[in-house]
């Protein structure tokens, strides 16, 4: 499989990365009591790594989004099912696997302030850096990379992938049209 990948972030970089990002949110969240919110599928594995690492009072809850087709973004965001605990004063930390275009965060924004959290945070492992303009939304980023097509370490492409320990990007001959 490996000829078909480039390998971006070994698995010890991604742990590595998630204890200090998780010393650094129970810096900022002392002893309050957090609900950790995770975007499905693609943010399971890294939620279950990042809450294990994070020593304070918290929930976990998700949410699914469909955002995309294929291995381009279609633009359009729709919910396919919400998160199920109130969130209103509480203090919500939202997970993501990967900011493209930043659609399906601009939707998610949206959608969670209408619940009324006390406040809204966002934890995303990945950053396009292309697109510079949801940037000033994500509190915590675990890697900046570039844009290609990433797979592995939840992230897939038609389903597969997901369960790599890695980060890698799908060569070009390998991309779907
Ligand atoms: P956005 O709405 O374009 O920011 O895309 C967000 C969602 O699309 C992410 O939560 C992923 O599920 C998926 N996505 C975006 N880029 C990639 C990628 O390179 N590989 C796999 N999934 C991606
Ligand atoms: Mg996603």
Do not use: W
Request: proline content about 3%; glycine content about 6%; overall charge positive.
């Amino acid at each position: 499989m490996k000829q078909k990948i480039d390998i971006l972030v070994t698995a010890a970089e991604i742990q590595k990365r998630i204890e200090d990002l998780a010393a650094q949110i129970e810096k900022d969240y002392k002893c309050k009591h957090l609900v950790v919110v995770g975007v499905l599928k693609g943010a399971f594995v890294f939620m279950a790594d990042l809450v294990r690492c994070i020593n304070l009072p918290l929930t976990c809850d998700f949410l699914r989004v469909a955002s995309y087709e294929e291995n381009k973004s279609t633009g359009i965001v729709g919910m396919e099912f919400d998160m199920t605990q109130p969130i209103a004063g509480k203090d919500v930390l939202l997970i993501e696997d990967i900011v493209d275009s930043g659609n399906t965060l601009r939707y998610l924004l949206k959608h969670l302030e209408t619940k009324k959290p006390a406040s809204l945070k966002v934890c995303s492992l990945l950053y396009k850096e292309m697109n510079k303009g949801m940037r000033d939304q994500i509190h915590y980023i675990g890697f900046t990379i570039p844009n290609r097509y990433i797979i592995g370490y939840g992230l897939d492409s038609e389903g597969l992938y997901r369960s790599l320990p890695y980060i890698g990007a799908l060569r070009k001959a390998f991309l779907k049209e």
